[in-house]
């Protein structure tokens, strides 16, 4: 049994920040098998699907939600994380207005500046320079939502142009991905959220004052702003079975049991309750869970079954 005092830290906490759980996947590409797969999801309590970014991936993330928002129209549908320098921003504009548009307003338009060095070196993209242009580029981005128009004089972008097209009555809500102080400054003076990957909850509550400072500064309220979740997800009816499932993940990454357990949620369905707690404790009220530690899809679905099942009802 779960203790009290987590139950009633747990159900305070839930009624408060509203806490939602996304699911980060892989689709499957056959349209009918997507169908299945995307209505299963819908079906068990989620409130979103995220697909990933890479240049070496078999899919464009964007023409994917596209494909995805005619098959659901219950869940939200978002990037975890799109590579924002690796495009130019009118076009990402464009696409992503398109999808808002055509998913009757679900996005949510994670964006980081990248990791692979190698993906910038192959387009001829400045990795050095990959901030500031992530930096540009979603300036460019709200203006073109909210005015339809750009008139930008940055570093590295100078764009002039009167008529986008892009222009929406409801803009995409954009979280902004990445762990280091410079992604957490960029969330708050542009996103309207923040997104780390694999962070534990003492790390979030070490970066509280930090965000705290940079909203008062740039005069945003807190509550406007959203503290979420990229996590990978190892459930399991029995303890026992999710830890040999995280310690043969731990061995991947040249790592043990208990570094995975730190920054992954491990255990039976008690074990992720108690530790999504401590999460809704420091404020992150939406968690994307990822499922690549199970790469047969009937273990990652009766997983998601479980959480459904018994971890959702306990938010």
């Keep these: 049994m779960l203790p009290a005092t987590v139950k009633r830290l747990t159900l305070l906490h839930a009624s408060i920040l509203?806490?939602?759980f996304g699911v980060h996947t892989a689709v499957d590409m056959n349209p009918e098998n997507m169908r299945r797969d995307i209505e299963m999801i819908g079906s068990l309590g989620f409130d979103g699907i995220y697909v990933s970014?890479?240049?070496?991936?078999?899919?464009?993330?964007?023409v994917?939600?596209?494909a995805l928002s005619q098959i659901t129209n219950n869940l939200r549908l978002g990037t975890c994380v799109y590579l924002l320098p690796l495009r130019h921003p009118i076009i990402t504009a464009r696409q992503v207005s398109t999808l808002?548009?055509?998913?009757?307003?679900?996005i949510i338009f994670g964006v980081g500046v990248g990791w692979r060095k190698n993906e910038f070196d192959s387009l001829g993209i400045d990795f050095g320079r990959r901030g500031t242009i992530a930096d540009e580029s979603i300036q460019i981005l709200r203006q073109a939502w909210q005015k339809g128009s750009v008139n930008f004089d940055g570093k590295f972008y100078k764009i002039h142009i009167e008529e986008v097209g892009s222009k929406l009555g409801a803009l995409p809500s954009v979280w902004v991905g990445g762990n280091s102080k410079a992604a957490i400054k960029r969330a708050c003076l542009f996103g309207d959220g923040w997104i780390p990957t694999d962070m534990t909850p003492e790390e979030y509550e070490l970066n509280l004052p930090l965000i705290k400072d940079y909203l008062a500064r740039?005069?945003?309220?807190?509550?406007?702003?959203?503290?979420?979740?990229h996590l990978m997800l190892i459930l399991s009816e029995e303890r026992e079975r999710a830890e040999n499932v995280a310690r043969a993940m731990a061995?991947?990454?040249?790592?043990t049991l208990e570094e995975i357990k730190q920054w992954a949620l491990v255990g039976n369905t008690e074990d992720i309750v108690e530790r999504l707690a401590l999460y809704s404790k420091i404020g992150v009220s939406y968690?994307?869970?990822?499922?690549?530690?199970?790469?047969?899809?009937?273990?990652i679905f009766n997983m998601l079954k479980l959480f459904s099942?018994?971890?959702?009802?306990?938010?």
């Design 53 to 62: 970014d890479s240049i070496g991936s078999s899919y464009d993330p964007l």
């Design 309 to 315: 099942r018994e971890v959702i009802p306990s938010f």
């Design 64 to 66: 994917l939600l596209s």
């Design 251 to 255: 061995a991947n990454f040249s790592s």
């Design 100 to 106: 808002q548009k055509l998913s009757d307003e679900r």
């Design 18 to 20: 509203n806490i939602k």
């Design 287 to 299: 968690h994307i869970l990822s499922t690549w530690a199970y790469p047969a899809k009937d273990e």
């Design 218 to 229: 740039f005069n945003r309220e807190r509550s406007e702003f959203r503290l979420a979740s």
